[in-house]
């Protein structure tokens, strides 16, 4: 500890380390063991956003700084940030944002309960997390220039904590706006903030190798020669696997990367698409770039699940809530869903992890007796799926470019399938390729 906050190292609670016990400071620990701090390099970095447009919400204000104070404050910081990492923010008034700002007092349900008013005033979590949590307990305010000690100033720990949800660590260099103790005023990053940021999300580009790149000259987001990266391609859903599919409103909604198609019927899509799925289910937090598990529920609400989390939105695509699939009773070892789907055979709701599925009953909110059950009781089709739907009363699975019409009664799959998905659904030329989409190549 003494060695990153620049005292001298004399292993023993001397005055210095005494004062420095009671500063206060960031909550996110000093990653500096003797390797790093060897380095040539001080700033030391975790995980950049994968995205150039990065959303924020701020949830509440503080007991002595109101909302309006605090989002003006935000926005500030971030404007700080986002010339040295060519990024773009944008605020956002519900649901679940990339970066999303609140107030709590002490334990708040994360690990890292505050402490009351002084030495710890906040904390937050590098990407894809992004949240940032202040202590509640802190006399904030908005002026530095104010000469009471007990006053904390926002802006001063939200640029610090910024640099942490944008994917930057603790610095050893006391001038940085990432070493872990509160300073003020705040007024610009450091070279080696600076540097950290560029790491992060400049690093294809061609900069120089005698001086770092000039924040003035950035283009917009780099793309590399060769690459398909290029936010105007849209894969082609004949040329292609699919995340997932799914039937919604009676429409066919079809998934891939951060795109949607939606078919009123087989070979036939619906003007205007396809869209981004953050333009459809808005509310849907950020960092969500692709839809694998999504189903409609028998009230009608839409489900999209990542990880062990999941978005609720109504049957108009506004959202209602964010929850874990704890809510439907999956066990604690289970890390995702792979896909789920609501069947016409007997009103259930099936929940399927790779080699195993779960029975669930929507109307009395209990997981039926007896489950998970193995995959193989779902005969002559190959496991894991990627999706699962019903369609005109006939329940079809499919993986990768094959799918499966399946026999609810003698509940194996029909022996004429598998069939290629492009050619059937999507009305794709026939080629060699699809010929060999009608044979089982799984388990």
Same mark, same amino acid.
């Given at each position: 500890?003494?060695?990153?906050?620049? &005292?001298?190292?004399?292993? +023993?609670?001397?005055?210095?380390?005494?004062?420095?016990?009671? *500063?206060?400071?960031?909550?996110?620990?000093?990653?500096? +063991?003797?390797?790093?701090?060897?380095?040539?390099?001080?700033?030391?970095?975790?995980? /950049?956003?994968?995205?150039?447009?990065?959303?924020? !919400?701020?949830?509440?204000?503080?007991?002595?700084?109101?909302?309006? !104070?605090? =989002? *003006?404050?935000?926005?500030?910081?971030?404007?700080?940030?986002?010339?040295?990492?060519?990024?773009?923010?944008?605020?956002?008034?519900? #649901?679940?944002?990339?970066?999303?700002?609140?107030?709590?007092?002490?334990?708040?349900?994360?690990?890292?309960?505050?402490?009351?008013?002084?030495?710890?005033?906040?904390?937050?979590?590098?990407?894809?997390?992004?949240?940032?949590?202040?202590?509640?307990?802190?006399?904030?305010?908005?002026?530095? $220039?104010?000469?009471?000690?007990?006053?904390?100033?926002?802006?001063?720990?939200?640029?610090? $904590?910024?640099?942490?949800?944008?994917?930057?660590?603790?610095?050893?260099?006391?001038?940085?706006?990432?070493?872990?103790?509160?300073?003020?005023?705040? =007024?610009?990053?450091?070279?080696?903030?600076?540097?950290?940021?560029?790491? &992060?999300?400049?690093?294809?580009?061609?900069?120089?190798?005698?001086?770092?790149?000039?924040?003035?000259?950035?283009?917009?987001?780099?793309?590399? /020669?060769?690459?398909?990266?290029?936010?105007?391609?849209?894969?082609?859903?004949?040329?292609?696997?699919?995340?997932?599919?799914?039937?919604?409103?009676?429409?066919?909604?079809?998934?891939?990367?951060?795109?949607?198609?939606?078919?009123?019927? !087989?070979? =036939?899509? =619906?003007?205007?698409?396809?869209?981004?799925?953050?333009?459809?289910?808005?509310?849907?937090?950020?960092?969500?770039?692709?839809?694998?598990?999504?189903?409609? *529920?028998?009230?009608?609400?839409?489900?999209?699940?990542?990880? %062990?989390?999941?978005?609720?939105?109504?049957?108009?695509?506004?959202?209602?809530?964010?929850? @874990?699939?704890?809510?439907?009773?999956?066990? $604690?070892?289970? +890390?995702?869903?792979?896909?789920?789907? &609501?069947?016409?055979?007997?009103?259930?709701?099936?929940?399927?992890? $790779?080699?195993?599925?779960?029975?669930?009953?929507?109307? +009395?909110?209990?997981?039926?007796? #007896?489950?998970?059950?193995?995959?193989?009781?779902?005969?002559?089709?190959?496991?894991?799926?990627?999706?699962?739907?019903?369609?005109?009363?006939? @329940?079809?699975?499919?993986?990768?470019?094959?799918?499966? %019409?399946?026999?609810?009664?003698?509940?194996?799959?029909?022996?004429?399938?598998?069939?290629?998905?492009?050619?059937?659904?999507?009305?794709?030329?026939?080629?060699?390729?699809?010929?060999?989409?009608?044979?089982?190549?799984?388990?």
């Amino acid at each position: 500890m003494q060695a990153f906050a620049g &005292l001298p190292q004399t292993g +023993t609670l001397d005055p210095d380390t005494k004062q420095l016990f009671t *500063k206060k400071r960031c909550g996110v620990k000093d990653i500096g +063991t003797s390797s790093e701090l060897a380095r040539n390099r001080r700033y030391i970095l975790q995980q /950049a956003w994968t995205k150039q447009y990065i959303s924020y !919400r701020v949830v509440n204000g503080s007991s002595t700084l109101p909302k309006s !104070r605090v =989002e *003006k404050w935000m926005a500030a910081g971030l404007e700080v940030w986002a010339p040295h990492g060519n990024l773009r923010f944008y605020p956002v008034d519900e #649901g679940r944002a990339d970066i999303q700002v609140t107030f709590f007092r002490g334990d708040h349900g994360d690990g890292y309960p505050f402490d009351g008013q002084g030495h710890v005033v906040a904390h937050a979590f590098p990407p894809p997390h992004g949240a940032m949590h202040f202590d509640d307990d802190e006399l904030w305010g908005d002026n530095p $220039e104010e000469d009471e000690e007990d006053v904390t100033d926002f802006f001063a720990v939200a640029v610090h $904590e910024i640099g942490h949800a944008l994917g930057l660590s603790h610095s050893n260099v006391k001038q940085s706006v990432m070493y872990p103790y509160y300073q003020v005023p705040v =007024e610009k990053l450091h070279m080696d903030d600076i540097l950290g940021m560029q790491e &992060l999300y400049l690093k294809d580009l061609e900069e120089s190798t005698e001086s770092p790149v000039d924040p003035t000259s950035l283009v917009p987001r780099f793309t590399k /020669a060769d690459s398909e990266e290029d936010e105007d391609y849209i894969p082609d859903l004949c040329l292609t696997n699919y995340d997932t599919l799914q039937v919604i409103n009676d429409r066919i909604y079809v998934f891939e990367e951060e795109w949607v198609w939606v078919l009123r019927d !087989r070979h =036939e899509i =619906e003007p205007g698409y396809p869209k981004r799925f953050q333009d459809v289910f808005q509310g849907l937090s950020a960092h969500i770039t692709s839809i694998k598990t999504i189903y409609q *529920k028998s009230n009608g609400n839409v489900v999209i699940f990542s990880d %062990r989390d999941y978005w609720e939105f109504d049957s108009s695509f506004h959202f209602i809530k964010d929850s @874990t699939i704890s809510d439907y009773s999956i066990p $604690e070892d289970v +890390t995702e869903l792979t896909t789920v789907f &609501l069947s016409n055979f007997n009103n259930k709701t099936y929940l399927i992890e $790779e080699e195993r599925y779960w029975r669930y009953d929507e109307v +009395t909110s209990t997981m039926d007796e #007896g489950y998970p059950k193995d995959m193989t009781m779902w005969r002559q089709v190959p496991y894991p799926v990627n999706a699962a739907l019903v369609w005109k009363n006939d @329940t079809y699975f499919f993986q990768g470019p094959r799918f499966w %019409r399946f026999d609810n009664v003698l509940v194996q799959a029909h022996e004429y399938y598998p069939l290629p998905t492009a050619q059937v659904w999507f009305n794709c030329k026939s080629n060699t390729e699809m010929d060999n989409y009608t044979f089982n190549d799984g388990p």
